[in-house]
T-cell receptor, first 115, second 115 residues
Framework: SAVISQKPSRDICQRGTSLTIQCQVDSQVTMMFWYRQQPGQSLTLIATANQGSEATYESGFVIDKFPISRPNLTFSTLTVSNMSPEDSSIYLC????????????FGPGTRLTVL | AQKVTQAQTEISVVEKEDVTLDCVYETRDTTYYLFWYKQPPSGELVFLIRRNSFDEQNEISGRYSWNFQKSTSSFNFTITASQVVDSAVYFCALRGYTGGFKTIFGAGTRLFVKA
């Protein structure tokens, strides 16, 4: 398994501001992902964080709104920019070790509330 | 297109009852992987099982069992003698080569187990 930590665990932010969420894994992993889970909903993939290159975004998500960094094989950040109340969600970091068909492990999530 | 359907939004049972959570998937891939995750009230996603498309053997792990049937594109999950601690949201997920080998999650089934 992989132990994943996220910071912050929760935050309350004002409209128009930005928040950067950090994801740290206890070992090197091939794949890192960022998901959003809106209240009572399923998980939606925002992007795949690629080490050393730009993230790969899913339809409906853009780099200007959700810039992502991945400087090495154990760390990634997701920024939620120019926030609005619609961005209130849980943001989850997820990893998969080998880039193949292994199970994904998830961090504890960051619960974001935008006022 | 890939899709995972969990038609049961919520299920409520009394402790010690058996309960089956349904999962139906769609994919054109011949090689794919199916997963079940548990999300307890604490929010952290817990991996339960992975099954590849070439292995239709049913699996049992303690009170949990899974029935994979390619003929009906289903991967159902049964909890035997349910306990209050089983109360959670359960997600079925699919990963296949179509769409870049990303994991697609179903909408989830919320299970309430009453004492």
């Amino acid at each position: 398994s992989a132990v994943i930590s996220q910071k912050p665990s929760r935050d309350i932010c004002q409209r128009g501001t930005s928040l950067t969420i950090q994801c740290q894994v206890d070992s090197q992993v091939t794949m890192m992902f960022w998901y959003r889970q809106q209240p009572g909903q399923s998980l939606t993939l925002i992007a795949t964080a690629n080490q050393g290159s730009e993230a790969t975004y899913e339809s409906g998500f853009v780099i200007d709104k959700f810039p992502i960094s991945r400087p090495n094989l154990t760390f990634s950040t997701l920024t939620v920019s120019n926030m609005s109340p619609e961005d209130s969600s849980i943001y989850l970091c997820s990893v998969e070790r080998t880039g193949g068909a292994d199970e994904q492990f998830f961090g504890p999530g960051t619960r974001l509330t935008v006022l | 297109a890939q899709k995972v359907t969990q038609a049961q939004t919520e299920i409520s049972v009394v402790e010690k009852e058996d309960v089956t959570l349904d999962c139906v998937y769609e994919t054109r891939d011949t090689t794919y992987y199916l997963f079940w995750y548990k999300q307890p009230p604490s929010g952290e996603l817990v991996f339960l099982i992975r099954r590849n498309s070439f292995d239709e053997q049913n699996e049992i792990s303690g009170r949990y069992s899974w029935n994979f049937q390619k003929s009906t594109s289903s991967f159902n999950f049964t909890i035997t003698a349910s306990q209050v601690v089983d109360s959670a949201v359960y997600f079925c997920a699919l990963r296949g080569y179509t769409g870049g080998f990303k994991t697609i999650f179903g909408a989830g089934t919320r299970l309430f187990v009453k004492a």
